[in-house]
């Protein structure tokens, strides 16, 4: 049973950083891709970056470039998403999501497993 939890989100004033992990189980981390999406309220899931099986390729979303790094460490089965210059258009439900094979991608329904989300709030 194939398992992501999310974990490090909190509330935070403009300006500051979190970083968030993602703990995976029950997969060959390895041979999967990850990436972190977010959903503020009333709003569609929308990308955030997403990094290849191997950690050698990153992408971002335009709105994050510069403050935002998404790592991962293989031996220990986490993904991180590093959020730097958070503003109060960053509020949201972050989820870390798993895609099967090597290749990252930008769209949610390529995404083979989720977890459960975490909510992360920048105040003004």
């Known amino acids: 049973q194939v398992q992501l939890v999310e974990s490090g989100g909190g509330l935070v004033q403009t300006g500051g950083s979190l970083r968030l992990s993602c703990a995976a189980s029950?997969?060959?981390?390895?041979?999967?891709?990850m990436g972190w999406f977010r959903q503020a309220p009333g709003k569609e899931r929308e990308f955030v970056a997403t990094?290849?099986?191997?950690?050698?390729?990153?992408s971002n979303a335009d709105s994050v470039k510069g403050r935002f790094t998404i790592s991962r460490d293989n031996p220990q089965n986490t993904v991180y998403l590093q959020m730097n210059s958070l503003q109060p258009e960053d509020t949201a439900v972050y989820y870390c999501?798993?895609?099967?094979?090597?290749?990252?991608?930008?769209?949610?329904?390529?995404?083979?497993?989720w977890g459960q989300g975490t909510q992360v709030t920048v105040s003004s």
């Open positions: 029950g997969l060959t981390f390895s041979g999967f891709a």
């Open positions: 999501a798993a895609r099967g094979g090597w290749r990252g991608s930008t769209k949610p329904w390529e995404y083979d497993y």
């Open positions: 990094i290849t099986g191997s950690g050698g390729t990153t």
